[in-house]
């Protein structure tokens, strides 16, 4: 019983996909956004401290010096300070001496080295200046505002920033969805292709997508699809013709056996001799078979063709003379080895000797030609031929009349050598063999 296929382990391309590029994003955004708030932050304070600075300095120079000695009954604060501010005189101890502030500041006792300061104090930004005079520093004037304005300022700006931010990272998570998808579809449409063509669908065709990497894959995929339909539909073939030729010979031979048995004036051991000699025959196209069923397609072999032809020719020229039918070969003097398996050719030839003996008549030829890049093995005999438009490379079923058997064989044998095999002339019927040279 075939167990389910478990899920593996691990995270999916979609979310690794999502928490990539959320994760930039966010990131991003942080590494700019946190300076940028606290750019905002000192840019906002430094701003408000340079206009109250501007103002205490202004204020100052229109304070007479001599307020001390006046007191401040008699001094008034400039027209036009703005609104909000809160404008103090100042002692050099800090103490109050008219207007807004506290009653003792400790940013105005600074403004004593003749400089202006600023800071936070009670609550406001302040900041302090001397009042200018020839003499040594009379007083001091202190202007603040509230510092909530300040921070509502800064709280306002680090909002919208917020705002943004989100718009960003929700923008970022929309493309990563989208890029998540459009890169894990395709892989998923090949799953799906992949499962398919393992229960055996050859015919898959993986969808196209805007992913090259995905688009490649699955051509790759559709190739390989056909490369083993084409395979498998090559094995059943050959397994298909195979059995063929196998049940042709072991039927003959126990035909030959049965009717010596049913004959009783029959010479049983001359009965024997031929189901021994069948048998022999047998076996050699079973190793032959086996052998080409082991064989590497990227072997490169050497063949010597007068060798072997010859030999052929010792195996089968007894017997054909016993039924009165000749075997000729004829070869060129000089003639180059083709790479090709020895048990192939064996095969090959012998199919087309079977065939000739079968449904042929008179004497066999066989006739070697050298093509300069290939040889040409042609065989021929004297007998009608092949019917007008019968294709005897074609493997039929059942009962039909008509020559053929093995062929269909011995052709997908000569293509799997690199080779063809063609009906060169239908009556008489020639049949010829093209081999590569080594």
């Known amino acids: 019983m075939r167990s389910a296929a478990r899920e593996p382990h691990g995270t999916s391309l ?138 509502d300022r800064v709280h306002d700006a680090w909002l919208l920033m917020a705002g943004l931010s989100v718009v960003v990272v929700s923008l970022a998570v929309g493309l990563a969805l989208r890029q998540s998808s459009r890169l894990a579809a395709p892989l998923e449409h090949l799953t799906r292709a992949a499962l398919s063509l393992g229960a055996g669908d050859f015919s898959i065709r993986a969808p196209r997508s805007d992913v090259r990497e995905a688009d490649v894959a699955g051509l790759a995929l559709e190739s390989t699809a056909r490369r083993l339909g084409e395979v498998l539909e090559r094995e059943r073939a050959f397994s298909a013709d195979v059995s063929h030729q196998l049940r042709t010979r072991l039927t003959g031979m126990l035909l030959g056996l049965e009717s010596a048995l049913a004959r009783p004036d029959a010479h049983r051991e001359d009965a024997i001799r031929t189901a021994l000699a069948r048998g022999e025959q047998l076996r050699t196209v079973i190793e032959d078979l086996v052998r080409l069923s082991r064989e590497s397609g990227d072997q490169s072999l050497c063949l010597d063709v007068r060798t072997f032809l010859d030999e052929l020719r010792g195996e089968w020229y007894g017997g054909l003379a016993a039924q009165g039918r000749f075997l000729s070969l004829n070869l060129p003097d000089q003639l180059p080895s083709v790479a090709a398996s020895p048990a192939a050719l064996r095969q090959i030839l012998q199919v ?28 021929a005999d004297q007998g009608v031929g ?15 009349e008509g020559h053929g058997i093995g062929l269909a064989l011995a052709r997908s044998l000569a293509e799997a050598e690199g080779g063809r095999l063609i009906l060169r002339r239908p009556s008489p019927p020639v049949f010829s063999l093209l081999l590569p040279t080594a």
């Open 386 to 400: 092949i019917p007008e438009g019968l294709d005897v490379f074609t493997r039929r079923s059942g009962n039909e």
């Open 352 to 379: 087309l000797l079977d065939n000739a003996v079968a449904h042929g008549k008179g004497e066999i030829t066989v006739d070697v030609a050298d093509l300069g890049d290939g040889i040409a093995i042609e065989v």
């Open 14 to 151: 979609r979310r690794r996909v999502l928490v990539a590029i959320v994760g930039i994003a966010a990131l991003a955004v942080a590494l700019f956004a946190v300076p940028l708030a606290l750019s905002v932050e000192r840019l906002y304070h430094d701003e408000t401290a340079g206009a109250l600075s501007r103002d205490a300095a202004w204020i100052a120079a229109a304070i007479p010096d001599d307020v001390m000695k006046k007191g401040p009954a008699s001094v008034s604060l400039p027209k036009g300070v703005p609104s909000g501010l809160r404008v103090g005189v100042y002692t050099t101890d800090g103490a109050l001496l008219f207007g807004d502030g506290p009653k003792r500041s400790d940013l105005a006792v600074h403004s004593r080295d003749g400089h202006v300061h600023e800071a936070v104090e009670n609550g406001f930004l302040a900041v302090s200046a001397p009042i200018p005079s020839d003499e040594s520093r009379k007083g001091l004037v202190r202007v603040a505002t509230p510092y909530d304005e300040v921070s």
